[in-house]
């Protein structure tokens, strides 16, 4: 099965500038996603997207030839991952390589893990459209109040539940890993995806960098060897 390990790096961040490269307990953020790649695939499979120059250049100096320079269109704060993926995909097929799957590896999760990727492909099959990592958490619902025409708290979702381990589960993507059909991809946007199938990650590992207090939070965790 021929697969493409995807890592988009925009450049641009209003959270944190410069997050894809800025140092991450010693080397840029987008280091640790490329060698995550590294160790399932060769190089020639491995595709950083990005429209930033300095991004690309830090890229090759890490001994990757970065295939294309990502559109504008494509770099946007409105750009869809869809928009993205169907675009690498595209580029590859133009040049004769077609690939059956995406592993789409976001730079914002380092602590993320060789383990995590490997399960993730065993669960993987032909006939899915996707398969994605996902954090467990607790059931929104059962949280949530509303007024009534008095004016009073009520419940959204009444429930008999004595013991907060019999509240059904709920999960919600970490952004970790997604493994895509190409097909799939080809027929529909993710969110219309029907055939999903989960990877659980804990979620120290889930942790997805979005803010500075979430980078201080994981620089510090992967310093302290808290998940490896």
Known sequence: MQTLYLIPARGGSKGIPGKNIKE???????YYSID????????????????DAIIISTVQNYGLNVPFIRPSEFAT???SSYDVLLHAIQFYERKGIYYDRIVLLQPTSPLRSIQHIKESLEIYTPDLDMVVSVEEIYNP???????????????????????????????????????????SLKQATLSKFTKVKKYIMDEISSI????????????????????H
């Open 24 to 30: 991450f307990d010693g080397k840029p953020l987008l």
């Open 141 to 183: 619902v059962y949280l949530c109040f509303d007024e009534d025409e008095k004016g009073y708290l009520k419940r959204v979702m009444e429930n008999s539940f004595t013991k907060r381990q019999d509240i059904p589960k709920v999960y919600k993507y970490n952004g970790a890993i997604y493994i895509i059909n190409v097909k």
């Open 77 to 79: 704060d409105e750009a």
């Open 208 to 227: 997805d960098i979005d803010t500075p207090l979430e980078w201080e939070m994981a620089e510090y965790i992967k310093k302290k060897n808290i998940v």
């Open 36 to 51: 995550l790649a590294r160790h399932f695939s060769e190089d020639k499979n491995i595709c950083v997207s990005s429209d």
